[in-house]
Each structure stands twice: as C-alpha cells, then as structure tokens.
C-alpha cells in the first residue's frame, strides 16, 4: 500500500487546515487508517485514526473536539479537518496504514505506531501565534 498526504500549510492560532491521505495498491488489505504528528526533538504521537470497516474513530485527547478523521473508501482517502489550531499543533503530520485484516469498532483503533506497517510521506503543518 502506498500513501500520499497533503494538504499542509502555515495559519495562524485558531485557523483551519484539511489534510488528505490517498492510498494505492493493495487498499482492500487495510483495517485502519491514522494519522501521527511529530513535532521538532519529539517522538511521533498518534492524532487520530478510523475504521476502515465500521468507520469508528479515534482522538488523543489534546485534538478531542477539535479534529475530525473521516473517510471515503470509494476513493481510498482519509481527511484530517483540523480547526481552532493552536502553536502546539505545529508538526509534520503522517498517515499510515493499519494491513492487520483485524476488525476495529473505533476505540479500539491502534494508537501505537508499531501497529501501522505503511506510511506517507509526511506533510508540514505551522500554526503562529
């Protein structure tokens, strides 16, 4: 599976960015899709992820409320709306693939990033003060 993301950029505090993730190849294989941020001297964190069967999602509490993960599976893409952003938002953002063929409800979706075997490319997001 390969993935693409986009959709990064510069906005101020309390501004609003989309960011996608278009997956190719094998996409029937994937069981999740999520997406990571690591911030500069930081580990990369888990953000969000989805269910790619029961569309369940999943939030680490710093973005609950503020980010919404969705999906459109007739076009393999996952979409990250980001609102109300703040400075500690700022990171290069990754999508990654979950290829375990296991069945997640949504809370269940892994926050590990050992559990995600494909990755994008990474995309640059800035929030100034």
């Known amino acids: 599976v390969q993935l693409q993301a986009s959709g990064g950029g510069s906005v101020q505090t309390g501004g609003s960015l989309r960011l996608s993730c278009a997956a190719s190849g094998r996409t029937r294989s994937i069981s999740a899709m999520a997406w990571f941020r690591q911030a500069p001297g930081k580990e990369r964190a888990f953000v969000a992820g989805?269910?790619?069967?029961?569309?369940?999602?999943k939030y680490a509490d710093s973005v609950k409320g503020r980010f919404t993960i969705s999906n459109d599976n007739a076009r393999h893409t996952v979409f990250l709306q980001m609102n109300s952003l703040k400075p500690e938002d700022t990171a290069v953002y990754f999508c990654a693939a979950d290829r375990t063929l296991l069945y997640y409800s949504g809370d269940d979706v892994p926050e590990n990033l050992r559990e995600y075997d494909s990755w994008g490319q990474g995309t640059q997001v800035t929030v100034s003060s």
């Open positions: 989805i269910s790619q069967s029961s569309g369940g999602t």
